[in-house]
């Protein structure tokens, strides 16, 4: 180990690895890890190695900067980015937004164990949450116009439906004829000739007159 400006350098031996070396560094001033394995930047919380050197530097809490919405007990309360209207100009300033809001999380969170179970300490926190958030309200727009604008167009109120158009069904239908071939079946002669005279007189072989001599 070896400090250097208020940096701490590790080389930690890991056994599960056949003793392989990792260099890790942290920061006294803000407790700032970095591990040569890059564990965290993969998979999102700390490697064993990042824990032993906090460990030794006397840290007995995981800093915040480090624990993850997606990994605590009550993630799906927590606010998301979506529909928000952070623009991007301002996303070099979200890392330090979403430091701030984890915190908030963390000491609302702890004033809700400090009150307990306590009538009184819980009416308090319901009156000072409620105040917050009417003040809230009056100081932020309302998002739907932001999450319009991430979903898609607002529906009208009163949609118009109209009638699918008409398409030709599929399997094997009828041929598709020529305007020529149309026009010769409405003037073909559709009258059956008799079998017995051979003429076209409206008759067939049992009521032709050529019977009847």
């Not at 919380?45 to 915040?64: D, E, M, N, T, W």
């Not at 996303?91 to 306590?118: H, P, R, T, Y």
């Not at 100081?139 to 030709?168: A, E, M, Q, Y």
């Not at 305007?179 to 005279?197: I, L, T, V």
């Amino acid at each position: 180990m070896t400090i250097s400006e208020g940096v701490k350098n590790f080389k930690v031996k890991d056994v599960l690895l056949n003793g392989r070396l990792f260099e890790v560094t942290v920061r006294l001033s803000d407790q700032d890890v970095n591990c040569e394995c890059k564990f965290y930047l993969r998979k999102g919380y700390l490697c064993r190695h990042a824990f032993a050197s906090l460990h030794q530097c006397g840290v007995s809490k995981i800093p915040l900067s480090y624990v993850k919405m997606r990994w605590i007990k009550k993630a799906e309360n927590h606010p998301s980015v979506i529909g928000s209207n952070v623009s991007a100009q301002h996303c070099v300033e979200l890392d330090d937004v979403k430091l701030q809001v984890k915190e908030n999380w963390f000491d609302f969170q702890s004033c809700m164990s400090i009150a307990g179970f306590d009538k009184a300490a819980v009416e308090m926190m319901r009156t000072h949450v409620q105040a917050m958030k009417v003040d809230m309200n009056e100081f932020l727009p309302h998002k739907n116009g932001n999450v319009d604008k991430f979903v898609g167009p607002k529906p009208h109120s009163h949609p118009v439906i109209l009638n699918p158009n008409t398409s030709r069904n599929k399997g094997c239908g009828s041929r598709i004829k020529s305007g020529k071939e149309k026009a010769m079946d409405a003037y073909k002669d559709k009258r059956r000739k008799c079998s017995k005279c051979g003429e076209i007189a409206g008759h067939n072989v049992r009521s032709c007159p050529k019977n009847q001599k």
